[in-house]
């Protein structure tokens, strides 16, 4: 048990349908992340909030879009998602972002692996 | 631009020593963090290195030399627990803080 929550843990969703994934941590953290893990490739980094600000989008299409309500909420709002979307996608958090050196130790979800048919 | 490599996989015995390597490119550097991942699990955060040298935790040693631009995980008295993907990943101050490498899967064996 890391402190950082996701549901669902799994999802199987139609190239049509709108879906949400949440993440929550208690952790006291400042900063959260939204990862994308696919098979035999290393952890893509998709979004990062610090403080409810968004700081980066690292040119993820426009049918991932973030949410982060407060420092302890983390959501991803999916749609019209294709096969080559399905993945685990891990949410993260650290304490803060942009004090140097301090991001180093992130604090990982279980993940919600999702399946686009 | 950035980049990590790191072997995509090794096999060990159990009770044995083993080292993964990780060199990396990257401007900004900050420092070299370690992570495991089990199957269907998180990745959970092991090390990080900032300075030269040799950092000690338990059966697990992180070793970095900045220079080179060269880091290593080692794993002494390997138990079969052990058995995960390990990533290396790099802190910098650019806009993604983390860059993570494709991970190295450890097979240990009895």
């Known amino acids: 048990e890391t402190g950082v929550t996701q549901t669902p843990r799994h999802l199987v969703m139609g190239m049509t349908n709108k879906k949400s994934l949440k993440c929550e941590q208690h952790?006291?953290?400042?900063?959260m992340y939204w990862y994308k893990q696919s098979a035999k490739k290393p952890l893509e980094l998709m979004f990062v909030?610090?403080?409810?600000?968004?700081?980066e989008n690292n040119s993820v299409p426009s049918r991932f879009s973030p949410e982060c309500p407060n420092s302890s909420h983390l959501f991803l709002h999916l749609h019209t998602l294709q096969p080559e979307d399905s993945a685990l996608y891990l949410c993260?958090?650290?304490?803060?972002?942009?004090?140097?050196?301090?991001?180093?130790?992130?604090?990982f979800g279980p993940g919600t692996r999702l399946t686009v048919t | 631009g950035q980049s990590l490599e790191q072997p995509s996989e090794v096999t060990a015995v159990e009770g044995a020593i083993v080292q993964i390597n990780c060199t990396y490119q990257?401007?900004?550097?900050?420092?070299l963090s370690w992570y495991q991942q089990h199957d269907g699990g998180a990745p959970t955060f092991l090390s990080y290195?900032?300075?030269?040298g040799l950092e000690e935790t338990g059966r697990f040693s992180s070793f970095l030399s900045r220079s080179d631009s060269y880091g290593y995980l080692l794993l002494q008295e390997l138990q079969m627990k052990d058995s995960a993907s390990y990533f290396c990943?790099?802190?910098?101050?650019?806009?993604?803080?983390?860059?993570f490498g494709k991970g190295t899967r450890l097979s240990v064996i009895a």
């Open positions: 909030y610090n403080f409810k600000e968004q700081t």
């Open positions: 990943a790099v802190l910098n101050s650019g806009n993604t803080p983390l860059v």
């Open positions: 990257t401007s900004g550097f900050y420092g």
């Open positions: 993260a958090s650290s304490q803060d972002f942009k004090v140097a050196g301090l991001s180093y130790e992130q604090y």
């Open positions: 952790l006291g953290h400042n900063a």
């Open positions: 290195n900032a300075l030269d």
